[in-house]
């Protein structure tokens, strides 16, 4: 079992940056694949980021591909998305989620797959 500890959420001006952690407890964090998503209000959770378990391969929603950044440090025990030229729409809380090994690296999308979930970490990009 993982525990997991988002920070780094805040209020920022559009065109700006946040770069959020996510720490995790346990000594086996390196067998999880770590995906971010994001939930505004009255809308559904949606896939932000994934990275593999040795941060050799990554994926992006369309929406925030070439904006942001996910990375790990296993050593560390922690997940990283650095977030650049932030816009009002990406307001929204901010989960960070491990999916266990075995998991599917096609489906990194789905909220299905992973198996824990971080409280969330609020992101306001104003106009």
């Known amino acids: 079992q993982v525990q997991l500890v988002e920070s780094g959420g805040g209020l920022v001006q559009a065109g700006g940056s946040l770069r959020l952690s996510c720490a995790a407890s346990g000594r086996t964090f390196s067998t999880y694949t770590m995906g971010w998503f994001r939930q505004a209000p009255a809308k559904e959770r949606e896939f932000v980021a994934a990275?593999?378990?040795?941060?050799?391969?990554?994926k992006y929603a369309d929406s925030v591909k070439d904006r942001f950044i996910i990375s790990r440090d296993n050593a560390k025990n922690t997940v990283y998305l650095q977030m650049n030229n932030l816009k009002p729409e990406d307001t929204a809380l901010y989960y960070c989620?491990?999916?266990?090994?075995?998991?599917?690296?096609?489906?990194?999308?789905?909220?299905?797959?992973?198996?824990?979930w971080g409280q969330g970490t609020q992101v306001t990009v104003s106009s």
């Open positions: 990275i593999s378990r040795g941060g050799g391969s990554t």
């Open positions: 989620a491990a999916a266990p090994l075995g998991s599917s690296w096609n489906r990194v999308g789905e909220v299905g797959i992973y198996a824990y």
